[in-house]
């Protein structure tokens, strides 16, 4: 009978909880029948208090029975309970609680009509909880500090669901910034109905990318630089530890925009910042929006991600290196011309293994699968839209079953020998042992070009076929390999005339590819039309964001449709994405949103804010904004 206990408190534990290495805690704490030790038996007790069963071990408020600290006695005193007895890793330590609630006494919000918290720059060393019946107000760089991130207290801060989070406008000189450091935890856990939303504390209307610094987590996760520790960007904020089973928190429904500040060239704050995040970590329902550097960006790590979303932010959408792995499901960016950064250097995804060895171990090698990836070509000012996939710099990886459309430089970007010896083993041949670099069963449509849509041409760029040292492929070739065994469309060009070096017939993307004075035939190779763009649809190539910009705050009555309307000419057969990491699950559709239109899990309950009435221009009606001022 007690084995029966311990294996169904276990399960139902393992249900609710993340995952680690046992943790310390106070033995009087859950010690029920008081013998010293906190054991299985306690935890059968605590069961038969909560089914009413047992009616006197709890009595008179005993405190060993609330085991979360929230005040009374329920499950969740039980899954922490059976948590601290398996050894399980929780979000709040045992006996911790999620802490007080902040006072709401510093003035009242114009938009929110909400009094106001401030959060003075500094450090956060006790758990504490922002309530969504005020607005909080960021006022420099606030740090979330655990003093022994292995052994605890871990510090969490719980930001409640419909929670609005300000951050203020200091500029490079008192950026406002959130940094949850090593060894705690942030537990925002925003729903459909009350996301929480971080965004600048500047008046609607007024907000502007890079008005503060964004959200950053600090993990204890692996990292490939000098035992697995590293210094983040920006503010220069620890992270690292090669505890790949390390937990940060819980991130959902949660929205962070107008952020992301450039220090120097290369030494910017993004808009969602993930430090060398373990897999213990919950993320979904997350966005980077309107954002002065890369919307979400991952620098090492092993967290695995769901239903994500970048746009309108200044450079990449999703961006990673250093080690980074792990998988993510259900990506939607989408570029917003006016945004980006000048000088053609904006990717899709930016994939990296390290700046500083493009061979240093553990190499990056995320999974990512079902991505609908949205290029500024034809509204784009600043000459910024790059590649659609822009692998550099030693990376692994694989992107499957996927929608590239309407970048400028090309769908897919092969940058330097060490990615091609990741790509291929020959000029004919795919590599397929891990670590590799693969693209699988993914739609390339109207990239390349720089006037009009349908007049891309550019399926591929990168190392050429005369580079020094010679790479294991080229660019043109490893596409060609794509289009022949991966099912990526369309195919690749070929020469038609050639210069030195170079052969009629061989795989080319523009005519460079064919050596000096050669000329690349890629006629009709702008792919397959999702039908994404077009009256009826998102808007047009050219004015994507009026549907989403004129409808108020960011929110139209109903948002963007960009599920494929067409799918003629996609790959027949798909990648089974649940085989590429078991974290994902296999679908039969290419691209972030079933072409049938019955998933578009953009679109969630509309409400108004329900400790406000009358609000209408505080944006907190969905989860997902398209707003850009």
């Known amino acids: ?175 406002a910034v959130l940094i949850v450091l090593p060894g705690s935890r942030l537990d925002a856990q925003g729903t459909a109905d009350e996301p929480i939303i971080f965004t600048s504390g500047e008046p609607i209307g007024s907000r502007q990318i890079g008005d503060w610094g964004g959200v950053l987590l600090n993990g204890r996760s692996t990292v490939n630089r000098p035992n697995c520790l590293n210094n983040a960007e920006g503010i220069p904020a620890p992270y690292g530890g090669c505890d790949s089973a390390d937990t940060s928190g819980v991130m959902t429904y949660t929205r962070v925009e107008f952020s992301g500040i450039e220090f120097t060239p290369n030494n910017e704050l993004n808009i969602i910042t993930l430090n060398g995040v373990g897999n213990s970590t919950l993320i979904n329902h997350i966005q980077g929006n309107a954002g002065g550097d890369d919307c979400i960006e991952w620098f090492g790590g092993t967290v695995n991600v769901d239903h994500f979303v970048s746009s309108g932010c200044a450079d990449d959408g999703f961006d990673y290196q250093l080690g980074t792995t792990g998988a993510r499901q259900f990506g939607l960016q989408v570029q917003y011309g006016p945004f980006l950064q000048t000088g053609n250097q904006s990717r899709g995804i930016e994939a990296d293994n390290s700046e500083f060895g493009f061979d240093d171990l553990p190499r990056s090698n995320p999974k990512f699968c079902n991505l609908t990836m949205i290029g500024a070509r034809d509204n784009d000012i600043n000459l910024g839209s790059q590649g659609g996939l822009f692998f550099r710099r030693g990376t692994a990886g694989t992107v499957a079953n996927s929608l590239v459309m309407n970048y400028r430089d090309g769908c897919v970007r092969l940058d330097d020998v060490s990615t091609s010896q990741q790509a291929c083993t020959n000029s004919t041949t795919l590599k397929t042992a891990d670590p590799f670099l693969s693209v699988q069963s993914t739609v390339c449509y109207d990239n390349g070009g720089t006037v009009a849509v349908g007049t891309g041409t550019r399926m591929c760029a990168g190392v050429l076929q005369n580079a020094s040292p010679a790479p294991v492929c080229s660019a043109p070739q490893y596409y060609k390999q794509l289009a022949l065994n991966n099912h990526v469309v369309p195919s690749v060009g070929s020469c038609t005339a050639a210069g030195s070096g170079f052969s009629i017939g061989d795989a080319c993307c523009q005519n460079s590819d064919c050596g000096s004075g050669g000329t690349c035939n890629t006629t009709g190779l702008t792919g397959p039309d999702p039908q994404i763009g077009g009256p009826g649809y998102w808007g047009s190539h050219a004015t994507r964001w009026l549907d989403v910009t004129e409808s108020g705050g960011g929110y139209p009555a109903n948002v963007p449709d960009v599920h494929p309307h067409s799918t003629a000419g996609f790959p027949t057969t798909l990648a089974d994405c649940s085989q590429i990491d078991p974290f994902m699950q296999n679908t039969n559709y290419i691209g972030a949103f079933n072409p049938d239109g019955s998933d578009n899990w953009l679109n969630t309950p509309v409400n108004s804010h329900p400790y406000a009435a009358g609000i209408t221009h505080i944006p907190l009606k969905r989860w997902i904004s398209f707003d850009v001022n």
């Open 1 to 175: 009978m007690t084995y029966s206990w311990k294996a169904m408190l276990t399960a139902c534990a393992a249900a609710v909880l993340l995952v680690g290495a046992p943790r310390a805690v106070h033995a009087a704490c859950g010690d029920l029948n008081k013998d010293g030790s906190v054991t299985v038996t306690d935890a059968v007790t605590l069961a038969a208090v909560i089914a009413g069963t047992n009616t006197t071990a709890c009595a008179g408020s005993n405190p060993d029975c609330d085991v979360f600290k929230g005040g009374g006695v329920d499950t969740a005193d039980l899954s922490v309970l059976v948590a601290k007895i398996a050894g399980l890793r929780t979000l709040f330590d045992a006996c911790s609680g999620p802490g007080p609630v902040v006072s709401c006494t510093d003035g009242t919000d114009p938009d929110t009509n909400l009094p106001i918290h401030n959060v003075p720059a500094g450090d956060i060393t006790a758990n504490q909880t922002w309530p969504n019946t005020c607005t909080i107000h960021i006022q420099g760089i606030a740090f979330v500090k655990t003093a022994d991130p292995v052994n605890g207290p871990h510090t969490v801060l719980t930001v409640k669901p419909g929670t609005v989070v300000k951050g203020e406008a200091g500029g490079t000189a008192n950026p």
